[in-house]
């Protein structure tokens, strides 16, 4: 079945440094590959998707790229800030077939540092 | 356009006592998924309906149910409930052009005592 895995966190960072939190995922087929974001409280907010290989997902900063060879999807930013400071889930969907069931990794507490 | 929308945000039951969830989707969204979120778990899938009908149902106990309405509003409800039964639900909608990209309401935080 699919499945996810993401790097065990916690991450604690200071202001503007770099972020990368890792993602590998295995599944059938072609998944389409996303992360959401969960702040304190709150539901988990869409922060970024890719439909195929190659892929680059974008929004607020944070990037990933598809890659199907390594069947990775890390999501990336220069320059994190305090808000930043969240719960962040690598998530994948399978087969159209299958509905849109969303299959997610454990979760990367992330910590940003004034 | 509003979001999902769930209520209640907040539930306290005690164990062998049964509850009911609701969602009310993204105006337009016809799916509906609901997921329970533990932190030993993590974030499962429960089920998907899409127009009335259940469509996809993830390895839950009979207890844990669910059902939409015409209008797409969706419930679901546990029977019998188990300390186990703590978590966060999740509801999600999905607009029909898309298959694959879900949005999620702020979930029902449910407390079993």
């Known amino acids: 079945g699919n499945s996810v895995t993401q790097m065990e966190g916690p991450v604690t960072l200071s202001e503007e440094a770099f972020l990368t939190i890792n993602c590998t995922y295995t599944a059938t087929g072609y998944p389409s590959l996303f992360w959401y974001v969960q702040y304190p409280g709150e539901g988990l907010q869409l922060l970024l998707k890719?439909?195929?290989?190659?892929d680059k997902g974008s929004n607020k900063g944070f990037e990933a790229t598809y890659r199907k060879e390594t069947t990775s999807f890390h999501l990336e930013k220069g320059s994190v800030q305090v808000s930043d400071s969240a719960v962040y889930f690598c998530?994948?969907?399978?087969?159209?077939?299958?509905?849109?069931?969303?299959?997610f990794g454990e979760g990367t507490q992330l910590t940003v540092n004034p | 356009k509003a979001g999902v929308t769930q209520t209640p945000r907040y539930l306290i039951k005690t164990r062998g006592q049964q509850v009911t969830l609701s969602c009310s989707p993204i105006s337009g969204h016809r799916s509906v998924s609901w997921y329970q979120q533990t932190p030993g778990q993590g974030l499962q899938f429960l089920f998907e309906y899409f127009s009335e009908t259940q469509r996809n149902k993830g390895n839950f106990p009979g207890r844990f149910s669910g059902r939409q309405f015409s209008n797409s509003r969706s419930e679901m409800n546990v029977s019998t409930l188990e300390l186990g039964d703590s978590a966060l639900y999740l509801c999600a909608s999905r607009p029909t052009a898309v298959w694959d990209t879900q949005y999620f309401g702020p979930g029902t935080r449910l407390t079993v005592l």
């Open positions: 998530a994948l969907s399978g087969q159209e077939t299958s509905g849109s069931r969303l299959t």
């Open positions: 890719a439909t195929k290989a190659d």
